[in-house]
Each structure stands twice: as structure tokens, then as C-alpha cells.
């Protein structure tokens, strides 16, 4: 099998203002430039499925953000590929009530456990598909940890690719002021478009 990994930083994925980190023009250049990285990368690899650790691969299913009224992905779509969340059903914040462990604390659950998660929910998709070339994107920690390159070079030949690499990665935006006027005209767009659909 072969398989690109891409090292990803979640805040470029997907808005969650102010939850996560602000919105402003700054940040919204960085995840204008990461969707057109992703974008390329992925394309040209051509895969018979992507797997994906964030949220936004929920959004297939039409699902939304929990914090919010609805989710406005800023990445990857439209693609002819299959997307899966390959995560944990769970809530991290569950997590640490079961294991009694912080979560930034408990590096076994991060780096072990939920990538043994991934590893086995991508290793029975892939079988059941007959899949011979995939994506799996996570955050960039996985992959400079390299403990979940070890596990899929059992699997095949692996490509990575790192966000942090490139040239106009810059996470500077996400310590300047939030700005909600840009959330108000997304809030403002939603309500229309639900008008046109005949939704509330």
C-alpha cells in the first residue's frame, strides 16, 4: 500500500472563533494558502480514500461543530476522494474523566492509543475497500514523533509531507486580536442561505 501522511495544525483546518484561536485577515490568508497546499498534494497523490483526525471530515455527513451554529471548513472540499474521520468517538475532555489523566498530561493516550486506533480503523477500511493508495492527515506532532510513520511503513511505501515546512507557514496570526465582524458576515451568510433552503 501506499500512503501520504501529511502533518497538519488544526487551526488551518477549520474556524472555532474564538474557542481555539481568533479569527482575523491574518489567519484567514494562512488557511487560504494551507487549502491550496492540501489541495495540490492531495490531488496529485490521487487516493483511493483519505483519512482525516479532525472534525472536518464529519461535515460529509453533514454534521456540526458543537461550539457553533454551524461549520464553515476552510479546506479540501470539493473532492472526488472518500473522506473518513478516523479519530476517537469520544470527547477528549471524557477521556480524561475515564482515564483520570489531564489530557496534555497523558501522552500515552495521544501518542499510543488513539494512533493504535487509527492504525486499526484505517488498516479494516482499507482491506474491506481493497484500497492501495491513501491520505492520513493529523496534526504535525504525530508525524515529528514518528512513532505512526513506523507503524505505516509496516503497511507500505510512505510519503510525508510536514506543514510546518513550508515556507509561508505562520501561526503569528493566532496571537493577534480576534476580529467577529468576519464571523457576523459568515453567521449573516448562513441565515440567508438556510432562508433560501426553507430552513430555520
Not at 464553515?72 to 479519530?87: E, K, L, N
Not at 486499526?120 to 481493497?130: A, C, L, R, S
Amino acid at each position: 500500500m501506499d500512503i501520504l501522511l501529511i502533518g497538519t495544525c488544526h487551526p488551518l483546518q477549520y474556524d472555532n472563533p474564538p474557542v481555539v484561536c481568533p479569527t482575523n485577515k491574518w489567519g484567514e490568508a494562512q488557511k487560504l494558502l494551507h487549502q491550496f497546499w492540501l489541495r495540490k498534494i492531495i490531488n496529485d497523490f490521487d487516493p483511493c480514500i483519505v483519512f482525516d483526525e479532525s472534525y472536518l471530515a464529519l461535515t460529509t455527513f453533514g454534521l456540526v461543530h458543537a461550539e457553533n451554529d454551524f461549520f464553515r471548513h476552510t479546506s479540501y472540499v470539493p473532492f472526488q476522494f472518500p473522506w473518513v474521520h478516523m479519530d476517537v468517538p469520544m470527547n477528549f475532555r471524557h477521556v480524561e474523566k475515564l482515564r483520570g489523566i489531564p489530557s496534555v498530561a497523558d501522552t500515552t493516550y495521544r501518542e499510543v492509543l488513539r494512533e493504535q486506533y487509527w492504525q486499526e480503523t484505517i488498516v479494516w477500511i482499507t482491506n474491506t475497500m481493497q484500497c492501495k493508495r491513501i491520505v492520513v492527515i493529523c496534526g504535525y506532532d504525530h508525524v515529528e514523533e514518528k512513532l505512526l510513520e513506523k507503524q505505516f511503513r509496516v503497511l507500505g511505501q510512505v510519503a510525508i509531507h510536514n506543514v510546518r515546512e513550508q515556507p509561508w507557514y505562520n501561526l503569528e496570526w493566532t496571537r493577534r486580536p480576534h476580529d467577529q465582524s468576519i464571523v457576523d458576515g459568515w453567521v449573516e451568510e448562513h441565515a440567508k442561505k438556510n432562508l433560501r433552503l426553507g430552513k430555520k
